[in-house]
Nanobody, 114 residues
């Protein structure tokens, strides 16, 4: 059984940086897609950034140029480097891995506030 373990969330001031990590454990994966989503209070969950097994990436318009997604296939891990954070980036961030089955992490809180 696959489990996704997220880390790296927290409180940061506007303009600051955070790095989120998501590691898949429990089974060897050949994930077709790995991505990060977020959900702010009262809003729908949205895709922040995704990366395919071939390395193709896509980003939400609101984070382009500020966030970078990367993956390590050998370690079954996907990271999200977030720079120039804004208060509107505040949300619970979820990792998603698609490898035949759709897996989701438990979420990690990111709060951007002075």
């Amino acid at each position: 059984q696959v489990q996704l373990v997220e880390s790296g969330g927290g409180l940061v001031q506007p303009g600051g940086s955070l790095r989120l990590s998501c590691a898949a454990s429990g089974s060897s994966l050949s994930a077709n897609f790995m991505g990060w989503y977020r959900q702010a209070p009262g809003k729908q969950r949205e895709l922040v950034a995704g990366i395919t097994i071939g390395g193709s990436t896509n980003y939400a318009d609101s984070v382009k140029g500020r966030f970078t997604i990367s993956r390590d296939n050998a370690k079954n891990r996907v990271d999200l480097q977030m720079n120039s954070l804004k208060p509107e980036d505040t949300a619970v961030y979820y990792c998603r891995v698609v490898s035949g089955t759709d897996y989701w992490g438990q979420g990690t809180q990111v709060t951007v506030s002075s």
